[in-house]
């Protein structure tokens, strides 16, 4: 596609809920970001692949969240267990190569946790 | 560490009025990278511009202009003459050499009034 694709763009979960969050990248591009907005902040990083291979997960915030990309191109984040501070917007983004350029963002997908 | 600072969390402009968002970072990096990203209601992150560290020129793309100076750390950004389709909320970020996250600031939601 023309962009990065993300699904759903909305979600609602019940507290313990497990969701699983898709990302599209641009066809082609090795790098893939995860990053979380929570309301009125900037994005903050989660987690980043080259290609398939997660090398930084360091900003995942509990074991219950995973994310994968094992083919290198669509990626899932999956939040167990779902808990109220999970509710934000989380962006995924691509870029062409592995450092230093600028990533493509999505539109996100708003998760909310009743 | 890295930082972003946006002070401003709000502006508000008349149509036609000339707008400057600031952005202060630190970082110890002696080669880095710093982008604007603009954040309509839709939620996606359009990319702006991407500066590095030895490109202390100032860019000017249309009605907008980036103003970099390494001696203050900053790297402030211009719309001239705003309109309406301006208005969102702008993320100045910051990315290290060699490295992929990027750190943003809280973004400045600006408002302009027709």
């Known amino acids: 596609g023309a962009g990065v694709s993300q699904s759903p763009r909305y979600k609602v979960a019940k507290r313990g809920q497990d969701v699983a969050l898709r990302c599209d990248p641009i066809?082609?591009?090795?790098?893939l970001f995860w990053y979380q907005q929570a309301l009125g902040q900037g994005p903050e990083f989660l987690t980043y692949?080259?290609?398939?291979?997660?090398?930084?997960k360091s900003g995942l915030p509990s074991d219950r969240f995973f994310a994968e990309r094992p083919e290198g191109s669509v990626s899932t984040l999956k939040i167990q267990r779902t808990q109220q501070e999970d509710s934000a917007v989380y962006l995924c983004?691509?870029?062409?190569?592995?450092?230093?350029?600028?990533?493509?963002f999505g539109q996100g997908t708003r998760l909310t946790v009743v | 560490a890295q930082k972003v600072t946006q002070a401003q969390t709000e502006i508000s402009v008349v149509e036609k009025e000339d707008v400057t968002l600031d952005c202060v970072y630190e970082?110890?990096?002696?080669?880095?990278?710093l982008f604007w990203y603009k954040q309509p209601p839709s939620g996606e992150l359009v990319f702006l511009i991407r500066?590095?560290?030895?490109?202390?020129q100032n860019e000017i793309s249309g009605r907008y202009s980036w103003n970099f100076q390494k001696s203050t750390s900053s790297f402030n950004f211009t719309i001239t003459a705003s309109q309406v389709v301006d208005s969102a909320v702008y993320f100045c970020?910051?990315?290290?050499?060699?490295?992929?996250?990027?750190?943003f600031g809280t973004g400045t939601r600006l408002k302009v009034l027709a």
């Open positions: 983004a691509s870029s062409p190569g592995w450092r230093d350029g600028e990533a493509f």
């Open positions: 066809s082609g591009h090795v790098s």
């Open positions: 692949f080259q290609n398939e291979a997660q090398l930084d």
């Open positions: 970082t110890r990096d002696t080669t880095y990278y």
């Open positions: 500066r590095n560290s030895f490109d202390e």
């Open positions: 970020a910051l990315s290290g050499s060699g490295t992929y996250k990027y750190i």
